[in-house]
Every structure is written in C-alpha cells, then in structure tokens.
C-alpha cells in the first residue's frame, strides 16, 4: 500500500496570506489528523476528521481549519499567516480507533515571511 | 485531560551500549501508548505501541518498551545502539483518536 502522502512538501509564504496544504491518507483509512510542530512548541494536535465530519479539535485559532472529502483526502487551510505558523505540518492517517496506529506522512515545512 | 513527559532532550550513548529513554504519562483512562521515532526531514514512524495485554511490547529494529502501570511509565530500551539509531524519539499517549506527545528525545550515538 501506499504510504500518506503531503503536498507541496515545502512552502514559503508572507505574513496575511492564506495556505492550503492537502493531505490523502492510506487507502482504507478513515481518520486524518493533523499536527503543527515546532522547535519550541513540539507536537501539537490541529484537528481530526472522520468520514468528513470534524470529530476531534485542538487548542488553535479560528484561523485554522480543515475539511475532509468523500474520498478521505484532507485539506487544512491556515488564513491570514503569521511568523509563529512556520513549522513542519504533519498529517497522519488511520482507521480511527484510538488504539490504532496513526501513520504519519512526510509533512509539509511552512516557512512564513 | 492527559499529558507525557520524557526526561531528557539529549541522550548520548556509543555504539554497542544501552539505550533508555524515559517516558512517564497521566491519563484519566487507560491509556494506549506509543513511542515514535523522527529523522532528519521525515515524518514520524512507529516503533512500537502497548495496547493491552503482554506489558513487555517488543518493536522494529530490536527496540522494546515496558509498560508499568503503577509507575505510569513506559520506557524505551534497546540493548545495544547502533549508529542508525540517531534520530528524535517521541512518546505519545492517546485514550481517543488523538496524540498527545511529549517534547522528544534526541538520541545520539558516537562510535
């Protein structure tokens, strides 16, 4: 099977715009998570869908959102971009159940200017 | 609420010695565990994880974790380090469907 796969891998933005990074899971898997992580912050949980439906969110601005297709692929849009979104986003794909192993992607690297 | 802790941002070993890496969680419910390593540029990949059952939970590239409930613990050894296994280690806790992850542990080993 294919593993998760992320794109763009690598983005540079400027302050105020927007970002969308897409994410499309391991066939069969029904949860997509996503994580931001930081040198200072670490790993932290954004969101996480299911079968289309927001079923879990972290602690984030509104500025952040997601959404998830009939098909499992995710997107996560981040607006109006600040210095401090620059991280590594990291998407991971499961078939949901706590207990199941969440497979991560390669992420995407977001440098904001 | 639930949270880890791993003591150590650095780890320094040489090849051929042990390896431990200390994970210490709280959970208000019987947690799953989990313990993933990072390299340079890559996503996270799962060593190994402890569900339920045997608390010995044996993993990829001869890593094993013990999970010890009264301790809340859940350590990472290995018995004899490998210069490949220089990356950052990360363990995780989840009693939904979401991660929570401690800072990491950078492990380094010289020959």
């Not at chain 1, 997509?32 to 954004?46: A, D, E, I, N, R």
């Not at chain 1, 869908?49 to 601005?61: D, I, L, M, V």
């Not at chain 2, 608390?55 to 050894?77: D, P, R």
């Amino acid at each position: 099977k294919a593993g998760v796969t992320q794109t763009p891998r690598y983005l540079i933005k400027t302050r105020g715009q927007q970002v969308t990074l897409s994410c499309s899971p391991i066939s069969g898997h029904r949860s997509v998570s996503w994580y931001q992580q930081t040198p200072g912050q670490g790993l932290q949980f954004l969101f996480e869908y299911f079968s289309e439906t927001q079923r879990n969110k972290g602690n984030f601005p509104g500025r952040f959102s997601g959404r998830q297709f009939s098909n499992s692929r995710s997107e996560m849009n981040v607006s109006t971009l600040e210095l401090g979104d620059s991280a590594l986003y990291l998407c991971a794909s499961s078939l949901g159940s706590a207990e199941e192993t969440q497979y991560f992607g390669p992420g995407t690297r977001l440098l904001v200017l | 609420a639930q949270s880890v802790t791993q003591l150590g941002s650095h780890v320094s070993v040489s090849e051929g010695a042990l390896v431990l890496l200390r994970c210490n969680y709280s959970s208000s419910v019987p947690p799953y565990l989990f313990w993933y390593v990072q390299y340079p540029n890559q996503g996270l990949q799962l060593l190994l994880k402890y569900t339920t059952g045997a608390t010995l939970v044996k993993g990829i590239n001869g890593f094993e974790a013990e999970f010890k409930k009264s301790e809340t613990s859940f350590h990472l050894t290995k018995p004899s380090a490998h210069m490949s296994d220089a990356a950052e280690y990360f363990c995780a806790v989840t009693s939904y469907s979401t991660l929570t992850f401690g800072k990491g542990t950078m492990l380094l080993v010289s020959p």
